[in-house]
Nanobody, 128 residues
Framework: QVQLVESGGGLVQAGGSLRLSCVAS????????MGWFRQAPGKERESVAL????????YYADSVKGRFTISRDNAKNTAYLQMNSLRPEDTAVYYC?????????????????????WGQGTQVTVSS
């Protein structure tokens, strides 16, 4: 069972930036798509950004398109989420997760049910 550990959350003013990291324990990290999700108080968990196993295919929620960038470094077993121009509505607990199927090439149609391993989450708070 892979372990995922997120870091990089914190408190930032609106317009600021944060970079989240997700380190995976498994050496098979490089063959699985990864995703970043978030859950705000009283709301359902939602997909933020997804990346396929090679890094060549990505998906972004409309609410973060143009502001957030997902990337991965397979040599370091790490996925990243660069968040720029942060808004108060970005406040949430952010989770990274790993695909249940290896070598998935296209991520645009993936949903939460396609991810089977989750990190514990990191809090992001954006003040106005």
């Amino acid at each position: 069972q892979v372990q995922l550990v997120e870091s990089g959350g914190g408190l930032v003013q609106a317009g600021g930036s944060l970079r989240l990291s997700c380190v995976a324990s498994a050496r098979t990290f490089s063959i699985y798509a990864m995703g970043w999700f978030r859950q705000a108080p009283g709301k359902e968990r939602e997909s933020v950004a997804l990346i396929n196993w090679s890094g060549g295919n990505t998906y972004y929620a409309d609410s973060v398109k143009g502001r957030f960038t997902i990337s991965r470094d397979n040599a370091k077993n790490t996925a990243y989420l660069q968040m720029n121009s942060l808004r108060p509505e970005d406040t949430a607990v952010y989770y990274c997760a790993r695909d249940i199927i290896a070598m998935r090439s296209t991520v645009a149609t993936m949903g939460i049910r396609d991810f089977g391993s989750w990190g514990q989450g990191t809090q992001v708070t954006v003040s106005s």
